[in-house]
């Protein structure tokens, strides 16, 4: 991550579900998964800037033997974004998280963290 403010400290968490590693042609195991997060200050705000390495894929929806990695990714990435959240002047979260908005991860993440979806909140995507 690139910032034109200075970084005052980095983490990265690493997803405890993250595929098979005998399942080599999806590679989401050799991937490893994880969530990262920035510290910036600008004068006296603290901004919090996460983005996540992008929840397991879905490769099949009809039978999607990694549901139940998402659902456990979703729910360690809704509880690092309320722990690493508390107390700050601005978080932005950004990232691919494989789900659709009705899916049970989202709706995870959006009952538990408050965060809100830049994508079904529009109502209108102008192209230039």
Known sequence: MFSRHR??????YRYSLNGYPYVVHHADWFGGKAVGMVILNRGR???HTSHQHVLH????????SYL??????????QQFICHTSSGVDLGIFG???NMHPQ??????????????????????????
Request: a negative charge.
């Open 7 to 12: 970084i005052f400290d980095a983490f990265l």
């Open 45 to 47: 705000l603290t901004a």
């Open 57 to 64: 894929a879905e490769y099949c929806r009809e039978k999607d």
């Open 68 to 77: 139940p990695h998402r659902v456990v990714q979703a729910w360690e990435l």
């Open 95 to 97: 990232g691919d998280l």
């Open 103 to 128: 899916d049970l991860g989202n709706r995870m993440l959006w009952t538990y963290t408050g965060i809100r979806d830049s994508y079904t909140e529009t109502a209108k995507f102008d192209v230039l």
